[in-house]
């Protein structure tokens, strides 16, 4: 058995950037395949980046050019680095591990892709 736990979700600005983390509960070999996936609103799970040793990592369409993912061995920690993002990017991201035949998925975390103001103070006095 294996924990995956995902950060670094939020709200953020058209054009802005984030950066998400998830780390595994024990060593996981580099050879593993692990990978980030997100659920769009009425959508199903999909795929966005996938990592393992010895080989490109898979991205896909929709975001090749924009998200980066990236691994860190000794930290057992992979990263989705995501810029430019836009609306259409809003979704809960996962973070998945296959290991023997068995998928092992993290609890996920959102990502809010949303244009918003400063925001404005409003009192009620009696």
């Known amino acids: 058995q294996v924990q995956l736990v995902e950060s670094g979700g939020g709200l953020v600005q058209p054009g802005g950037s984030l950066t998400l983390s998830c780390t595994a509960s024990?060593?996981?070999?580099?050879?593993?395949?692990m990978a980030w996936y997100r659920q769009r609103p009425g959508n199903k799970r999909e795929l966005v980046a996938r990592?393992?040793?010895?080989?490109?990592?898979d991205i896909a369409d929709s975001v090749k050019g924009r998200f980066t993912i990236s691994r860190d061995n000794a930290k057992d920690t992979i990263y989705l680095r995501m810029e430019r993002l836009i609306p259409e990017d809003t979704a809960v991201y996962y973070c998945?591990?296959?290991?023997?035949?068995?998928?092992?998925w993290g609890q996920g975390t959102q990502v809010t892709v949303d244009y918003w103001g400063q925001g404005t103070q409003v009192t009620v006095a009696s």
């Open positions: 990592i393992r040793s010895g080989r490109y990592p």
């Open positions: 998945n591990l296959r290991h023997e035949g068995v998928d092992y």
């Open positions: 024990r060593r996981v070999f580099s050879s593993v395949p």
